[in-house]
């Protein structure tokens, strides 16, 4: 079984309650950006980059992602001035950065003690970083998926990528003293449209959580736990008589205005 890029399709289907905590974190941007460029960080199929253009027209926007498949969706936007195939623990800009705005990426990225901070270096004085990351682990939706594969294959979802967000006490410990640090959480109470077939929940997670644990099962051992995360999911989130679905996620956001 091999690693799958990213689907932008699949993960679009749900782009309108995908985008509503990205702006959320853009309108706490703060107005008074020093000079140089505006980068997405790990920008994705793009979704961000039109109201990045909108906020920022003069500046010189860049798109940094791994994924081939979403940056050829990106580039279809029109709305970055550059797109960079790299990974994030690598990526260092041409010269400092007035704004790394990242939207649901870090979180696939391990070591935020390390990152974050050596992220913030890469600003220019009086840049901003500013980060949304899903802290849904311990919610069903989240811990159904390790659960099962773990009862009914054991070891194997232990081999996939596991995006992993912090308590919020730990970036402030970690981020506070390095500039004016604001954080907070939102639970989005968001309603998903019913399904074909399948749970509503299903469809949301397999394109992001769960795809890399997807990935380690052939088709006849994804097809049995697919079923059995359905039935979970019905008692967890139970559909209301027109299929739709009533689906708490929780996000942690912060920025950090350095000096
Ligand atoms: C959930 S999507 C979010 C995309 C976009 N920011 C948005 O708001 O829709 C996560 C993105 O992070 C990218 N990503 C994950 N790990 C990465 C890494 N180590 N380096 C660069 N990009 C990465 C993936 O390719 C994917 O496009």
Known sequence: MTSSDWDPDLYGRFADVRLRPALDLLARVGGALPEGDIVDLGCGSGP???????????????????SHAMLAKAEGTGAYDALTAADIAGWTPERPVALIYSNAALQWLGDHDTLIPALAKKLTSGGT?????????????????????QEHFPGRAAQAARPETADPVEYHRRLSPLGRFDLWETEYFQTLPAAPEGHPVRHFTSATFARPILDR????ERVMIEKLYDEAMRAAYPPAADGTVLFPFRRLFFTLDIA
């Open 129 to 149: 970083l500013a980060v949304q990351m899903p802290r849904q682990n311990r919610a069903p939706s989240h811990r159904i998926w390790t659960d099962l594969v």
């Open 217 to 220: 099962l052939d088709e006849g």
């Open 48 to 66: 961000v980059g039109p109201a990045l253009a909108r906020r920022f027209p003069d500046r010189r926007r860049v798109g940094v992602d791994s």
